[in-house]
């Protein structure tokens, strides 16, 4: 037994293995096409590209484990169904349940690590990759000066050169505007030729400038007496450099991004979902307590003043015996009260609405933890019987099928998650359903293939069909359509 129990474990090992890194791959790609505008044109060294696409794949680890178990399991078992080794096996008195044991507890423990890596290292993974795509958001487009082109790449500078020789460094007619002081083209450098060259360090870039004139209209605006207000003159070289450090990726402290939703172990989340939901029911109290004090408030000062101790039972008879000076304070005291009631409530309003959206991410965040874990050992108990039933091995129609299974659980757990966030059912009904929609098909096609039931036969389904044709009650049906035909 032992022996037979190795043979299926390797049989199954080397798709799971092939089908992982092809389903992380093809996930991966899917990633990069949403970010791609984002990476495009900054210039990013290959380490870096390295590094995000590390991370990023780190994070999906957990969406490819369910769909490389579902392919694998079904190749498996076509394949051993194609070969006839189920039947050879079924034969020797091994059962489609004892095949399926020593795979059910390989695919336990791959559940198990699925859940260990989503717990631990996807939160790690996710701030190191929010953290790395922050910066390179946020770095500016690789350094591109072009002929004829108005450059505002540095800050408060704009740059314009006429025409770049074929070196890249040497270039005529440059006009350089020097907006540092926020108060228009005041402040202009022009030359007729000059050179462009990065330093050593590349932390700058340095212009040197020949035969040209430097302009100044507010050179000395401080000096309200001054006979000067524009400066002009003449140069036969000047030196201008620009710092490159804002071109290049700047390390944002990874603690900024430890705070979300995606970068919490389990329980760091039940307790931010513990302090939520402390947080919302003070709120709600509070809003009722100042409902409340707001009532007794102006109760209080209705009864506690000496003009109005004629008041009687009849509201109207009351506010018309006032004078009208008096009946106005009343008015405008309630009007008043009212407006601060609603402001302070429409206040506790949308903070109690702005907190429970994030109580709603962490309880998504939560589940899904469980439930992509448990969708491991749920596809397998697809994949198996329904390759031991289909028997076609091979990738063609296990892959059509591993899609349309992974589809379907897809969308419904994206519904599951849309509805939850609606506040429309609980969160963990919306996350679990697509796991309690799984579950029965587990467990039909389980007993199908342990009862040798032929639900995916054709050949079953024809001699069903033959057989209702044959049927007494067709015949008789057949026999009064031709009579009638007859008459």
């Not at 990023?56 to 006839?84: D, I, K």
């Not at 030729?193 to 302009?215: C, E, N």
């Not at 050179?219 to 007496?225: E, L, R």
């Amino acid at each position: 037994m032992k022996i037979i129990y190795r043979y299926l474990i390797k049989n199954f090992l080397g798709p799971f293995v092939l089908t992982f890194f092809v389903a992380l791959f093809i996930l991966l790609m899917q990633y990069l096409w949403k970010w791609v505008d984002e990476l495009v044109g900054k210039g990013l060294e290959i380490y870096l590209i390295l590094e995000l696409l590390f991370y990023a794949s780190a994070t999906l680890v957990s969406m490819a484990l369910p769909l490389a178990v579902l392919l694998s399991s079904l190749m498996t078992f076509g394949n051993l169904g194609e070969r006839y080794e189920i039947v050879a096996l079924k034969s020797a008195g091994i059962s489609i349940g004892k095949m399926m044991f020593p795979l059910a507890c390989l695919v336990f423990l791959i559940s198990c690590f699925a859940f260990w890596y989503s717990n631990y290292v996807i939160p790690e993974a996710n701030v190191k990759l929010k953290t790395l795509l922050y910066d390179i958001r946020e770095q500016k487009p690789t350094l591109s000066i072009e002929e004829g082109v108005f450059y505002t790449g540095f800050d408060d500078y704009t740059i314009r050169v006429g025409k770049k020789h074929g070196d890249n460094e040497t270039i005529e007619d440059v006009l350089i505007y020097d907006h540092s002081r926020h108060q228009g083209n005041t402040n202009m450098t022009y030359a007729k030729r000059g050179t462009m060259k990065m330093t050593y360090d590349k932390h700058y870039i340095l212009f040197t400038l020949y035969d040209g004139f430097y302009w100044d209209e507010n050179s000395n605006q401080d000096n309200g007496n001054s006979r000067f207000p524009l400066t002009r003159a003449r140069f036969k070289e000047q030196y201008k450099r620009f710092d490159l450090s804002s071109f290049q990726i700047q390390k944002t402290d990874e603690s900024f991004f430890k705070s979300t939703q995606q970068s919490m172990p389990v329980h760091e989340l039940a307790q931010q979902i513990d302090t939520m939901k402390r947080e919302i029911n003070g709120l709600s109290e509070t809003a009722v307590h100042s409902f409340m004090n707001n009532l007794y408030f102006f109760n209080a000062m209705i009864k506690n003043d000496s003009t109005f101790d004629r008041f009687e039972a009849d509201t109207n008879y009351c506010m018309d015996s006032l004078p009208l000076d008096q009946r106005k304070q009343i008015y405008d005291f309630a009007s008043q009260s009212t407006g601060s009631y609603m402001n302070s409530v429409s206040f506790a309003y949308q903070d109690v609405k702005f907190r429970n959206m994030s109580l709603w991410g962490y309880q998504i965040e939560l589940h899904r933890k469980f439930t992509l874990s448990l969708a491991c050992f749920l596809f397998f108990f697809i994949g198996a019987p329904l390759g031991s039933i289909i028997r076609k091995g091979g990738i063609g129609v296990p892959l059509v099928i591993t899609v349309f299974f992974f589809t379907f659980y897809f969308v419904i757990s994206i519904i599951g998650e849309k509805v939850s966030k609606g506040s429309v059912i609980p969160v963990a009904w919306g996350m679990w359903f697509s796991s309690l929609i799984l579950l029965p098909m587990c467990i039909f096609l389980t007993y199908k293939a342990t009862v040798d039931s032929a639900v995916f036969s054709t050949e079953a389904y024809a001699k069903f069909i033959k057989k209702i044709k044959n049927s007494k009650l067709f015949n008789r049906n057949k026999k009064n359509e031709n009579s009638s035909v007859v008459s």
